[in-house]
């Protein structure tokens, strides 16, 4: 298991010290770094970061800010040269504090923090069933991701296909692409995204659910191979 993760810091010497930390541990992933919260928050739209290595003092929106801006968020360690920041630190759940200079004993425990702390998580999704929420005909359903087949657009709407039923979203691909987990689901074309579960077989211009052929994008047969291996 390895924790996708983010160094922030406005200090590009603070940020080659903590990346090095990083790219020598096992347990983590080195996704990007950055020196301002808009480059992470651009990042954190887009990418799947487990992990949050964040300095508080930065020029026009500090660590704080930057967290209060996001609608979910990762585990964060933050990262500063001053102890007085260390009980609001914990207000937001932070998983561990790490002072300037940071040693490696004391970051690879912060780590084993974190490890532990993604997998209670994953074990309490898989306990409860990892579920999204939609709004299809004025109601509000549970879907288990799980039983989630594909994905596919449909005009103004996203049509969510499970193995009981379908229904029609208003929403978009993104949206759905950005709140279903990457381990499991792949955006195959600009039109599907599917379950890997629930592929039987793929050629080069399709992948396989049922009797359904779901076509696929042309760079996306490789992609799909190595996500599938995985």
């Known amino acids: 298991m390895k924790l996708n993760c983010i160094v922030v810091d406005d200090s590009s010497i603070q940020r080659i010290l903590v990346t090095k930390l990083v790219d020598s541990h096992s347990g983590l992933s080195l996704v990007g770094e950055f020196?301002?919260?808009?480059?992470?928050?651009n990042c954190l739209s887009t990418k799947q970061v487990?992990?949050?290595?964040?300095?508080?003092?930065?020029?026009?929106?500090?660590?704080?800010?930057?967290l209060d801006?996001?609608?979910i968020k990762p585990q964060i360690?933050?990262?500063?040269?001053?102890?007085?920041?260390?009980?609001?630190?914990?207000?937001?759940d932070a998983t561990d504090y790490l002072q300037k200079p940071i040693t490696k004993d004391r970051f690879n425990a912060a780590i084993k923090?974190?490890?532990?702390?993604?997998?209670?998580?994953?074990?309490?999704?898989?306990?409860?069933?990892?579920?999204?929420?939609?709004?299809s005909n004025l109601k509000k359903l549970k879907i288990y991701?799980?039983?989630?087949?594909?994905?596919?657009?449909?005009?103004?709407?996203?049509?969510?296909?499970?193995?009981?039923?379908?229904h029609l979203v208003l929403s978009t691909m993104k949206a759905f692409e950005l709140d279903l987990s990457k381990e499991k689901f792949i955006r195959v074309h600009k039109s599907f995204i599917i379950n890997m579960d629930k592929v039987e077989k793929f050629n080069s211009k399709f992948a396989e659910i049922g009797v359904t052929k779901i076509p696929l994008s042309r760079n996306k047969k490789e992609e799909l191979m190595k996500a599938l291996d995985s």
């Open 113 to 135: 923090r974190a490890l532990d702390m993604h997998q209670l998580r994953k074990d309490s999704l898989e306990e409860e069933g990892e579920h999204i929420f939609i709004k």
């Open 77 to 92: 360690i933050f990262i500063t040269a001053k102890a007085e920041y260390a009980v609001k630190a914990f207000d937001y």
């Open 145 to 166: 991701t799980s039983k989630i087949k594909w994905i596919e657009a449909f005009g103004d709407y996203v049509k969510v296909v499970t193995e009981e039923d379908s």
């Open 50 to 66: 487990d992990l949050l290595f964040l300095d508080i003092e930065m020029p026009v929106i500090n660590g704080f800010n930057l």
């Open 69 to 71: 801006g996001l609608k």
């Open 35 to 41: 020196s301002n919260a808009i480059e992470t928050k």
